[in-house]
């Protein structure tokens, strides 16, 4: 049964990005309860806390446990909170939908995150390929500001804040954290040595808090209904909330899905409510529950699949930013894998020798496989590879992330790459049709 709309309550409605039809709707009341009603910085934090609340942008870590980690004595250095609005990861459409349709809903989260860390200066750092949402969004704070809901001395509270939207260049390890701050320093976008970590030395130096457009947003809604009310949304007290699912691929409707945390993958594929099966009656033959850089799930391993942080590790996968991609069995999984290895190869900083060398690699074999000219060795070449860039080794998880659909596939579907080599061409999929009937 679907759940009472909480983060997409709004979306779709006639001028749902004005501050009018917000404050219609009851918008920045949570703000005005929470800066003149009494409530202290750390009184925040601990709501936010006990909500259970954890950073959807993919690592899934407790947000309210991160704010904890500036340092109580900044030695005069001001704190700083940056949006994470660069939503790169391939799959991935929720963020983008918040901003162009909700943008108060954000700014209000925003504001009370700030709020909570004492900090007078934010940023929305924007992927730059969305011209619409950094429009809807730079309208909404000029609006905010209008309506002194930005600015100094905010609704008489004594708490100031101003808020500037950066554009990026578009590029998928502006995603991470602290190759965000770089660029937004206006450096390359490229990691940084951890530690020292952002919450201690962040950008400019100072201590900063990175959050992701859904994280805030889920801000507004612990402190306007509670924290108890948030922390009863989902499976357990450790996946709680509600949570945007962004699902593409062979459904017959695809599309940025809200429910309960912990929602079963076949309710997603299949529930009226959501994806309504499979395109043409097909079957599945693989899920990508996280993103890209999540590992392959099977048609068998998404029977009993909760779609929660806990509930896709045990199934050596990742909820990452919940963009489930799913695949027929007319899936060349080796074209598949090529077309992830090419988009890793492009995106990688090339800061970390394992990265820079490894991913292009990567694609250069598989390529070969794919075209029809793998070697018999070419299938624990790839292994040995992905094996010599992850677990770690590199600056920050880009090398484990571009290995996963990897050794994902390998692992799973190990006959196809073997038919690939053995067979000179693929095992199912359009090309497989073409080549059989030229074999």
């Not at 340092?71 to 918040?98: H, I, M, Q, W």
């Not at 309710?267 to 599945?284: A, I």
């Not at 799930?297 to 509930?311: H, K, Q, S, V, Y």
């Not at 075209?371 to 080794?393: C, Y």
């Amino acid at each position: 049964m679907k759940s009472e709309p909480v983060l997409l309550a709004r979306v779709g409605r006639e001028r749902s990005q004005a501050i009018d039809t917000y404050l219609a709707d009851g918008g920045y009341e949570t703000l005005r309860k929470v800066l003149t009603g009494g409530w202290t910085p750390e009184a925040v934090t601990e709501e936010v806390k006990k909500s259970g609340l954890r950073g959807r942008g993919g690592a899934g870590f407790p947000t309210g446990v991160k704010w904890g980690f500036v340092p109580k004595d900044t030695k005069g250095k001001p704190v700083y909170l940056l949006c994470n609005a660069d939503e790169s990861e391939p799959g991935t459409f929720k963020d983008r939908l918040l901003m162009e349709e909700d943008p108060h809903q954000m700014l209000e989260g925003q504001i009370l995150s700030a709020f909570a860390l004492r900090c007078h200066t934010s940023y929305v750092y924007i992927r730059g390929e969305f011209f619409h949402g950094a429009r809807v969004l730079q309208r909404a704070i000029d609006e905010a500001y209008e309506k002194g809901f930005l600015g100094e001395n905010i609704l008489g509270s004594g708490f100031s804040h101003d808020v500037t939207v950066h554009r990026g260049a578009g590029a998928y390890i502006c995603g991470e954290e602290t190759g965000l701050i770089e660029s937004l320093e206006g450096k390359r976008g490229q990691p940084r040595v951890k530690p020292p970590f952002p919450a201690v030395v962040g950008v400019f130096g100072a201590p900063t808090i990175v959050n992701n457009v859904e994280t805030l947003c889920c801000v507004t809604h612990v402190l306007k209904r509670g924290a108890d009310w948030f922390a009863k949304i989902g499976r357990n007290e450790k996946n709680s909330g509600p949570k945007l699912y962004c699902l593409s691929g062979h459904v017959n409707r695809p599309g940025v899905y809200e429910a309960p945390m912990g929602l079963q993958m076949k309710e997603l594929l299949f529930g009226d409510d959501y994806g309504r099966g499979m395109k043409d009656g097909r079957k599945v033959k693989a899920v990508i529950p996280g993103g890209a850089s999540a590992a392959m799930l099977t048609a068998g391993e998404i029977e009993d699949c909760p779609l929660d942080f806990d509930g896709l590790a045990a199934k050596k996968s990742m909820l990452g930013s919940a963009a489930i991609i799913v695949m027929n069995e007319d899936t060349c999984i080796v074209d598949a894998a090529t077309n992830l290895a090419k988009f890793f190869s492009h995106e990688s900083c090339g800061q970390c020798t394992p990265c820079r060398e490894g991913t292009p690699w990567l694609h250069r074999v598989l390529s070969r496989i794919e075209a029809g000219e793998g070697r018999a060795e070419d299938v624990e070449l790839l292994e040995k590879i992905s094996n010599q860039m992850g677990n770690g080794i590199t600056l920050c998880v880009f090398a484990d992330a571009a290995i996963a659909p990897v050794l994902s596939s390998i692992g799973k579907f190990r006959d196809e790459y073997r038919y690939h080599v053995e067979n000179k061409r693929c095992l199912v999929g359009p090309r497989a049709a073409v080549e059989a009937v030229t074999a």
